[in-house]
């Protein structure tokens, strides 16, 4: 059974960093498109930002400079680097894998359960 385990959400304030860690376990075939996305209180979900296979990166304009993507293909895991935040970053921080549990398998998403980033001011 597939699952992605997040780590290393907490309280920060405002200007504080944040690194988030999340990684996959399971019988894996290969894992495309891993990323980060965000809901907070009342607010859909929305994506933060998600890192390829090969390392191409996309961002959400908010994040842009303050956070940093990365993985480690290895590992089957992926990291958030965010600095300079904010209290609207507030929310719970879910992972997202792309991924085929078999090499003729489709890909499918699969979502960890969420860490909470609460940023006081």
């Known amino acids: 059974q597939v699952q992605l385990v997040e780590s290393g959400g907490g309280l920060v304030q405002a200007g504080g960093s944040l690194r988030l860690s999340c990684a996959a376990s399971?019988?894996?075939?290969?894992?495309?498109?891993m990323g980060w996305y965000r809901q907070a209180p009342g607010k859909q979900r929305e994506l933060v930002a998600s890192i390829t296979d090969g390392g191409r990166t996309n961002y959400a304009d908010s994040m842009k400079g303050r956070f940093t993507i990365s993985r480690d293909n290895a590992k089957r895991a992926v990291f958030l680097q965010m600095n300079d935040l904010k209290p609207e970053d507030t929310a719970v921080y879910y992972c997202?894998?792309?991924?085929?549990?078999?090499?003729?398998?489709?890909?499918?998403?699969?979502w960890g359960q969420g860490t909470q980033v609460t940023v006081s001011s």
């Open positions: 399971g019988i894996i075939f290969s894992i495309d498109v």
């Open positions: 997202k894998a792309d991924l085929r549990l078999r090499k003729w398998h489709q890909s499918s998403d699969y």
